[in-house]
Structure formats: structure tokens, C-alpha cells
């Protein structure tokens, strides 16, 4: 079979994947349905928003400039309100997107203090897109956070995480995420291996796996069975749970299960009604 070129339909990100292991009808409506999800959670554009300022220091290092934390937190301030659209919704009761905006300046902060200003390696690439032939109809691509080299010449890749908690190598994020970016990094730069980093922004810790030749293409094959199973999937049921509160599906889905103290996003995609969801290209990462 000759290779396909890579299209919305046979190129298979992580979050793709992660979005059919999670719940198989969001998938549906996302990727195959093509809808736009009717909000965005304050944690997704506060993720967002500190990547766009993560990678904004990190280019202005490379151009002799460093900046000092308050033209960070300036920064992190501008992108804050001109990234604002009224779809963003504060899904947890009692919180606000005040707490959200502090919560960013305090990661940043850190990460500032303790990362940052320490950080002697060598950036390659920061938001560089991969697209690996898995098969001839399968594409794998993705966008790793920052590629760097460190003191000693070691290749690597980070993925920044705000997650509250720190993940680990059983979970389908940690376990693959990052290292796929790796094994792309390998192939691209010839290396043998690569290190590769899931940064935790609120505990500025950050936990490193080393990616060898042969893991990394365990780790592509790995992922093409993955995205098999749902590129070949006939039926796409709900999977409901907690993550129903953060789906921007929740409006429209007859499954979904959204708790009161969590229905921040439901309230939101009712207000907003037909004016959201509607058919459009879908943004992946
Ligand atoms: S609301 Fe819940 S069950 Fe429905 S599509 Fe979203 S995650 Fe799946």
C-alpha cells in the first residue's frame, strides 16, 4: 500500500488518542463529528497561556535577553487578558478565574525562580510540530513543548504539566506522551538517545525517562496499535465519569454527568447555546 499524505482523518495526535481512551463518544463528536466543544475550561487556557509565555522566555534567552520575573509576570498578564473569550468557563464552584490568574503567577513564579533563571542548557526547538509515518495510512504527530540539549550534549524534551498532582509511567499521558516526542527528536537528530521530561509547573519537579533507539520505536508501535483501535472502532460509547464537568460536550451529550459543585462548564454551554458547538476545523496539539 503506498503511503497516504497525512490528513485531519489519518493523523493521530496524543490528545486524539487520549480523548478516544477517556471517553470514545467525545472522541466521535470531536474528531469524527468535526464539532468545536462548546467551552474551554479555565485549566485548559490557563495551561495555554503559561505555555505561550514558557516558550515566549525561553526566545527571548536565545536572543540575549532574560527576562526578569516581573516582565514575565507582565507578560503572562497581557496574554492573560487579550487570550480571554467569554466560552471560558470556571467549572468548579467557589473558585473564580481571579484564583486561576493568581494560580498562573505563582506557577510562573516558580518556575522562574527555580527552573528558569537556573537553566543553562541549549534550546534546539520550542512548539515544534512532528509527523511520523506509522503505517501507510497512519501518521503520528504531535508538538513537543521545548527541545534542548543539555551541558553535557544530551538531547531532550520537555512537556510542561500543570496538573495538580504529578503523574506517573502507568498513566496514559506520562507513559507515552513526552516519550513519542523523544523518539521523534532521535530520528530527527540521529541520536541514540534522548531524555525525555514531563515538568510539573506547581511542584517545579520535573521526571525524567531516558528513550533508547529501540524504545523509541517500541514506543511508535505501541501507539500505532493505539490508534488502530480507533481508527478500526465501530461503536463509540459514552464513557461517563468526572471528566464529564471539563467536556464542552457536556450541553449536548444525553450521557453526561456533570456534579452540581462541578457544573460550571454545563452552565456555560446552555448560556451559550447554538452559538457554540458549531461544525468547525478542530484545533489539535
Ligand atoms: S459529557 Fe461525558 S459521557 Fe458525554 S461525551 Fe463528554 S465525557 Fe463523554
Known sequence: MAAQSPTPRNQYSFSRLKAFHQCPLRYRYRYLAGRRESFRSIETFLGSTLHAVLEWLYERRDHAEAPAL??????FARRWSEGWTDDVAVVRAGETADDSFRDGREMLSLFHRSTFTRDRSETIALEQRFAVLIAPDLHFTGVADRIG???????????????????????????????????????????????????????????????????????????????????????????????????????????????VELAGGLRL?????????LWGPVEDG
Open 149 to 259: 540539549r543539555t551541558t553535557s550534549g544530551r538531547l531532550f524534551i520537555v512537556d510542561y504539566k500543570t496538573s495538580r498532582a504529578p503523574g506517573t509511567p502507568e498513566e496514559f499521558s506520562e507513559g507515552l506522551q513526552a516519550q513519542l516526542y523523544a523518539g521523534c527528536a532521535i530520528q530527527q537528530h540521529e541520536a541514540s538517545e534522548a531524555l525525555a521530561g514531563y515538568h510539573y509547573l506547581r511542584m517545579a519537579t520535573t521526571s525524567w525517562h531516558v528513550v533508547t533507539r529501540p524504545r523509541a520505536d517500541e514506543n511508535l508501535r505501541r501507539f500505532g496499535e493505539l490508534a488502530r483501535t480507533a481508527r478500526d472502532a465501530a461503536e463509540f460509547p459514552a464513557r461517563p465519569g468526572i471528566l464529564c464537568a471539563w467536556c464542552g460536550f457536556n450541553g449536548i451529550c444525553p450521557e453526561a454527568r456533570v456534579p
Open 269 to 277: 454551554a446552555r448560556e451559550l447555546g447554538d452559538s457554540a458547538g
Open 70 to 75: 516581573p516582565a514575565a509576570l507582565d507578560e
